[in-house]
């Protein structure tokens, strides 16, 4: 079987069984195809026929040309998918990525803000403009909810219940609604019943967030956003679109907030993905301490 022929069944997992994101598709789709275009390179297989020998030699060809754990990691998870959805399809007898295992590397938690940092970068949106008015309603939504990004943009207008102070968030065929504070339902009343009728470019525009053209804003031109405000407000760690969603629930965490509501809140299918949040805030505490505490400093 060609390549493509392969690729085309993963690609069609992906889409109807798994319901990936389109995040996670690229990512997966591109994984993969730089496996089949290296068998095309360097042996004479397709993906279908290779062994565990030409896999395990392509992770470290993947090695060899600089790739960092991480990426090399990611490689390997996407091949193990990718060769788990043809065995159950009939393509391959036998599972060839056995003893395909990432390097253990210490895994790096999150990086969050402080409550100060949070209130600092909300503070920047200047609203003396629609664009001011808009971006203060997309991070006070942003923190208030832990949403992704991805959800974020995919909002539209009637997944907001100001008066009810709730969000409604559909991901993968899953519907949740997610409490809103005081202070971003004020934020996204203004930007809904002033500013937003003025900035769409169609009266049946959906989309809750658009772009100065009038259209649903798009996930690079988030990240514009939230760059030039960390850069405005003097923030020197480095902040992405999902450093919001992860101060959130450390914050929450903190505060007394239970895994299970957290998880629920976050849109998690797994609790082990959660968890990653006990750790931080633990480590939060130890750095409190050490920093603190007098006797933490005897030799």
């Keep these: 079987m060609q390549n493509s022929e392969c690729l085309d069944v993963f690609n069609k997992y992906l889409v109807e069984v798994k319901k990936s994101?389109?995040?996670?598709?690229?990512?997966?789709?591109?994984?993969?195809r730089q496996l089949g275009d290296y068998l095309d390179v360097h042996t004479d297989v397709t993906i279908d026929s290779a062994t565990e020998d030409e896999l395990h030699e392509y992770i470290e060809w993947l090695k060899g040309n600089g790739k960092s754990v991480a990426t090399v990691s990611r490689a390997i998870a996407s091949i193990k998918c990718l060769y788990g959805v043809l065995v159950d399809n009939g393509i391959v007898a036998e599972n060839p990525t056995g003893k395909l295992t990432p390097d253990k590397t210490t895994h790096k938690l999150p990086q969050i803000l402080t409550s100060k940092e949070v209130e600092l970068l909300l503070e920047q949106p200047s609203c003396t403009d629609a664009k001011g008015y808009r971006d203060?309603?997309?991070?006070?939504?942003?923190?208030a909810t832990g949403i992704r990004v991805s959800e974020l943009i995919a909002l539209n207008l009637s997944d907001v219940n100001t008066s009810a102070g709730v969000v409604r968030c559909?991901?993968?065929?899953?519907?949740?609604l997610i409490p809103l504070y005081s202070t971003a339902?004020?934020?996204?009343?203004?930007?809904?019943?002033?500013?937003r009728p003025q900035m769409i470019a169609l009266p049946g525009e959906q989309a809750l967030f658009v772009n100065v053209s009038g259209e649903r804003m798009s996930r690079q031109g988030?990240?514009?956003i939230i760059k030039s405000y960390q850069q405005?407000?003097?923030?020197?760690?480095?902040?992405?679109?999902?450093?919001l969603r992860h101060s959130f629930a450390a914050h929450l965490l903190e505060n007394g907030a239970d895994l299970h509501s957290i998880q629920e809140m976050l849109g998690h299918a797994d609790i082990s993905s959660t968890q990653i949040?006990?750790?931080?805030?633990?480590k939060q505490l130890k750095d409190v301490y050490n920093k603190a505490h007098p006797r933490a400093h005897n030799a």
């Design 136 to 143: 203060r309603a997309m991070l006070e939504l942003l923190y």
């Design 277 to 282: 949040y006990s750790q931080l805030v633990k």
């Design 232 to 243: 405005k407000a003097h923030i020197e760690k480095t902040i992405t679109p999902h450093t």
């Design 185 to 195: 339902i004020k934020a996204l009343t203004e930007y809904i019943e002033f500013v």
């Design 170 to 176: 559909v991901s993968k065929d899953k519907e949740r």
């Design 222 to 224: 988030f990240w514009k």
């Design 21 to 32: 994101s389109q995040n996670t598709l690229s990512s997966y789709m591109r994984d993969v």
